[in-house]
Structure formats: structure tokens, C-alpha cells
């Protein structure tokens, strides 16, 4: 499975992005599809996931009313929209798929099989 992701950007706070994530060469309905970022000199950290049967959505407490995930199985392609944006969203964000099926391994990026190169998001004060 290809991941390309794309839809960052420079953004003043308080305003809102649209990440994507297409997805190729694999069946994509059948992944987990999650977020992650990474700040400069931070690890790598959870941000969303959407189940591979479209009917379960989990955030990170940092981003929860504020990010909202989604998927499109016919266009192979997962979404991100952030609003609310603050200065500590910057981040390098990544898209991830797996075959999880275990929610509590959700969280856990070394639980995704293929991922995307980033897309950054900087958002200043």
C-alpha cells in the first residue's frame, strides 16, 4: 500500500486545514487509518484513527473537538479536517494504515504497516 499525503500548510491560529491521504495498491477498506505527528525534537504521537469499517472514530485528548477524522472507501482516501488550530499543532503529520482490528492497539505506530511521507502543518501565533 502507497500513502500520500497532502493539504498542510502555513495557517494563523485559530484557523482550520484539510489533510488528505490517498491511498493505492492496496484494498483500502479493509485498513485502519490513522494520524500521527511529529514536532521538531518530539516523537512521533497519536493523533486519529478510523476503523476499517467506517463506524469508529478515536482522538488524542489534545486534538478531541477540535480534529475530526473521516474516509472515503470509494476514493481510497482518508481525510483530516483541523480546526481550531494552535501554535502546538505544528507538526510534520503523517498518515498510517493498518490491520489493526484491536482497539487498543490503535495508539501505537508501530502497530501500522505502511505510511505516508507528511505533510507540514505550521501554525503561527
Known amino acids: 500500500v502507497q500513502l500520500q499525503a497532502f493539504g498542510g500548510g502555513l495557517v494563523q491560529a485559530g484557523g482550520s486545514l484539510r489533510l488528505s491521504c490517498a491511498a493505492s495498491?492496496?484494498?483500502?477498506?479493509?485498513?485502519?487509518m490513522g494520524w500521527f505527528r511529529q514536532a521538531p525534537g518530539k516523537e512521533r504521537e497519536f493523533v486519529a484513527v478510523?476503523?476499517?469499517?467506517?463506524?469508529?472514530?478515536y482522538y488524542a485528548d489534545s486534538v478531541k473537538g477540535r480534529f475530526t477524522i473521516s474516509r472515503d472507501n470509494a476514493k481510497n482516501t482518508v481525510y483530516l479536517q483541523v480546526n481550531s488550530l494552535k501554535p502546538e499543532d505544528t507538526a510534520v503529520y503523517y498518515c498510517?494504515?493498518?490491520?489493526?482490528?484491536?482497539?487498543?492497539?490503535?495508539?501505537?505506530?508501530?502497530?501500522?504497516?505502511?505510511w505516508g511521507q507528511g505533510t507540514l502543518v505550521t501554525v503561527s501565533s
Open positions: 498510517a494504515a493498518g490491520r489493526i482490528y484491536y482497539r487498543p492497539n490503535y495508539y501505537y505506530s508501530r502497530k501500522y504497516d505502511y
Open positions: 495498491g492496496g484494498t483500502f477498506s479493509s485498513y485502519e
Open positions: 478510523i476503523s476499517w469499517s467506517n463506524d469508529s472514530t
